[in-house]
């Protein structure tokens, strides 16, 4: 069968590479990716809370992105999360310069202020994304949250500058109440497959109606998983929480269960797999609207509180 598939511009051998993660910041860890097919290396974002909160520099991330990109050869994406809009430019550039050959936009927004409007939290991401596009010359991906009010536009507005992909969905880390102490404390949360169908909905959504390429991010840890991605429509499959759990070989199992399912069902490319149950592929799109939503409560099980 033939996996190749295109992303950001990129030719790729196939849909398959790990999200962005602590894994990447160890060079052997990202090597053992690669031995274990890996047809990009998506790195671990530089997070510019960091380099204000220390006092430092993005040296160390630019170093190992030059390292990592001198001992590997599959594309190497960075992934860069900002806050500030000269930030977000500064960075970007420096990406560019030690040699990326893509840079993933990771927008992490919680909306806390009661006067912020949800059309001014849209239009931050937008304007952020139009001065990078009019100064940073690699492809630019836009990984965002499903959380805004309506995603289809914002996804119109960011296909219309140009953007070369999109990943959805970031993950929120939502933090846990200590009552003992009174105060909030990190908790951290591998997913699981049951998080995979809110990005099959809105990859179905978007597929053959945006230029950009589509990344699944999150909830992608079977073979099946993987198939129900690309029959949505995703032109690349990102998977971090499966890696963590099983180790860099677990690419390799997905890749050959994702394989095997294909041949018997007598596909012979990820072409004419892509974007078969899509909303651009179904004849009653109310199905993607308020069908299953109606049929699931009408169910013997739905409805339950």
């Known amino acids: 069968m033939d996996l190749s598939t295109r992303y950001l511009g990129l030719e790729l051998a196939h849909p398959f590479m790990p999200g962005a993660s602590p894994l990447t910041e160890d060079l052997q860890a990202v090597l053992r990716l690669e031995d274990a097919g890996a047809s990009a290396i998506v790195m671990h974002s530089l997070f510019e809370e960091d380099i204000i909160r220390r006092d430092t520099t993005p040296d160390r991330y630019l170093q190992q992105l030059r390292c990592i990109r001198q001992r590997v050869d599959v594309p190497v994406i960075a992934s860069l999360n900002g806050t500030t809009s000269e930030g977000w430019l500064q960075y970007a550039r420096m990406i560019e310069r030690a040699g990326a050959d893509a840079i993933e936009l990771n927008f992490y927004h919680v909306a806390t202020d009661l006067d912020e409007t949800a059309d001014a939290v849209e239009r931050r991401v937008v304007d952020i994304v139009a001065v990078l596009k009019e100064s940073i010359t690699i492809p630019l991906a836009v ?6 009010s309506s995603l289809p536009n914002l996804a119109k507005r960011l296909d219309r500058l140009g953007v070369n992909g999109l990943v959805l969905f970031n993950r929120f880390y939502q933090a846990e109440i200590d009552p003992a102490v009174l105060d909030v404390c990190p908790a951290l949360t591998l997913s699981d497959s049951s998080e995979l169908p809110l990005r099959l909905r809105w990859i179905a959504i978007l597929h053959a109606r945006v230029q950009a390429s589509l990344a699944v991010s999150g909830g992608v840890h079977t073979g099946i998983d993987a198939v129900k991605a690309v029959l949505a429509g995703a032109d690349a499959v990102q998977t971090v929480s499966a890696l963590l759990r099983h ?13 095997r399912w294909a041949d018997r069902h007598e596909y012979d490319s990820i072409s004419q797999m892509r974007g078969r149950v899509s909303l651009a592929h179904c004849s009653d799109p109310a199905r993607f609207e308020r069908g299953n939503y109606i049929r699931m409560l009408q169910s013997p099980h739905g409805g339950l509180s």
């Open 143 to 148: 990984k965002l949250s499903p959380f805004y």
């Open 247 to 259: 180790g860099p070989r677990r690419l390799r199992q997905l890749r050959e269960e994702f394989e």
